[in-house]
């Protein structure tokens, strides 16, 4: 059973920077894609991110194209989400996912992964 553990999220002003990160237990990492949704209060969870097993293909939504970037190092069992740019729109639980090999094929649709980390706060203050 794989589990996944956020980190890195906290308070930042806005036009900042913050590094999230997602360590996964398990040998068997680099071989599903893996995933960032987030959930504001109030609001529905969303797509950010996803990236393949191989970080060859990287996905984003377009409200955070061109400031977030997601990486993964297989070797540490970990995948990244460098948010720079940050607005107070940004602020939100940002939770990672897994997304098994044999998944669909939308990668925004969150019924498409199959395990969820507990999440991580990050809160953008204008």
């Known amino acids: 059973q794989v589990q996944l553990v956020e980190s890195g999220g906290g308070l930042v002003q806005a036009g900042g920077s913050l590094r999230l990160s997602c360590a996964a237990s398990?040998?068997?990492?680099?071989?599903?894609?893996m995933g960032w949704f987030r959930q504001a209060p109030g609001k529905e969870r969303e797509f950010v991110a996803a990236?393949?097993?191989?970080?060859?293909?990287?996905y984003y939504a377009d409200s955070v194209k061109g400031r977030f970037t997601i990486s993964r190092d297989n070797a540490k069992n970990t995948v990244y989400l460098q948010m720079n740019s940050l607005k107070p729109e940004d602020t939100a639980v940002y939770y990672c996912?897994?997304?098994?090999?044999?998944?669909?094929?939308?990668?925004?649709?969150?019924?498409?992964?199959?395990?969820w980390g507990q999440g991580t706060q990050v809160t953008v203050s204008s």
């Open positions: 996912a897994k997304r098994p090999r044999g998944a669909g094929s939308s990668w925004p649709n969150g019924r498409e992964y199959d395990t």
């Open positions: 990236i393949s097993w191989s970080g060859s293909y990287r």
């Open positions: 398990g040998r068997t990492f680099s071989s599903y894609a």
